[in-house]
């Protein structure tokens, strides 16, 4: 397949043809994120049932899937508005709950260097688990393809909101998505790109003391802090083993 | 709770969401990180999926359960071969996905 990602690429590209190159990124971008929308679109309509069920009017629901955009904490939001908490503790609890983003911000971060800044701007507030996880499995068409990648988070949100819209409407019904196993679609997504991760033996190390040390953390009660401490100390040990091996 | 609280609860949320997201790519890109740090970034990935995903799959409810109603964790064993084999981010999903549903349909898990 041709491919205009560089934008020197992209701008001879364009004075012979205005409207494949850009096209053909978006379609990519688009194509890419199917994945994500197998998962998203139950997983909002799981949202917007319970949204609807606990008393948010169909308006904040889906503002809510514009502005905030990250679905754990928005599930656990929804649960604390139900129980009357006040907005103190819901903003301090999804800070906490969203705060393993800056990692991965901070781990594309090198990507993005040729990215203009509104570019970044637009691309950061589109970064969830799952855009991430599939971006970080593809990090040169990051690098040499803003548009496919804005895309692909853009089509990653939509899906959120249509979701998230459906359950709005379908709140009065019976909303149950476990028959068809799509409570499952973002876990076996996950499956899917940790595997593709693990490319060396320190890289399957990494995850494997991650993953175990986050399981003992959870056990142990810290039902926040698990995911970036484990991570922290995951990456940590992976780079000790790294190190110790290479010298 | 009252609609336009919930709202201007809402933009706050979306702050300390977006705060996050943003701030390490605008001070991060760009700037030459030390190899010692570019090799941590790097490590990023793999620690967090996995930090994510492996207490969701062995942990459903407060403890450990690898019992067959924990349909999570035996579709992840088949799972995670498929996608060793496949490469195939769709072929996982759906596997997973079928079986889950399979599983149910059996009257196996919650």
Redesign the interface.
Known sequence: MLRFCSPWQYAMHAMNDPHTSSSAAVFRGVRRA??II??YVPIGFAYGVLAGKS???A??TL??SL????GS?QFI?VGL?AS?TG?AV???T??VV?????????????Y??K?S?RR??M???E?T?ET??LH??ATRDLSDCPLEALSLNVTAQASWVLGSALGVVASNLIGDV????????L????????????TSP???A??????????VL??AGWHQF??IA??IA???F??AV?QWTKG | MDQGLILLTMVGMGAVTYLPRLLPILFLSGRTLKPLIVAWLRLVPPAVLSAMLLPSLLVPEERIDLSFDNIFFWAALVAFPVAWKSRSLFATVLVGMGLVALARYCGLGL
């Not at chain 1, 476990?178 to 679609?185: E, H």
């Not at chain 1, 995850?207 to 175990?212: E, I, N, P, R, W």
């Open positions: 199917t994945p197998l998962g008393g948010i009017s308006a904040n503002i809510m502005i905030v955009f990250a904490a939001a508005f009357g907005p819901v903003i301090l999804t800070f969203n705060l393993r983003h800056l990692l991965m911000a901070a781990s594309l971060a090198p993005l260097s990215w800044r970044q701007a691309f950061a507030y970064l688990d991430f996880a970080s499995t476990k028959p068809l196993g799509l409570d499952y679609a876990s076996a997504m996950f499956i899917g790109l940790l595997v593709s991760q693990c320190v890289r399957v990494t995850a494997v003391f991650s993953g175990l040390l986050a399981t959870f056990l698990h995911i484990a991570t995951g990456a940590t992976g780079l790294e």
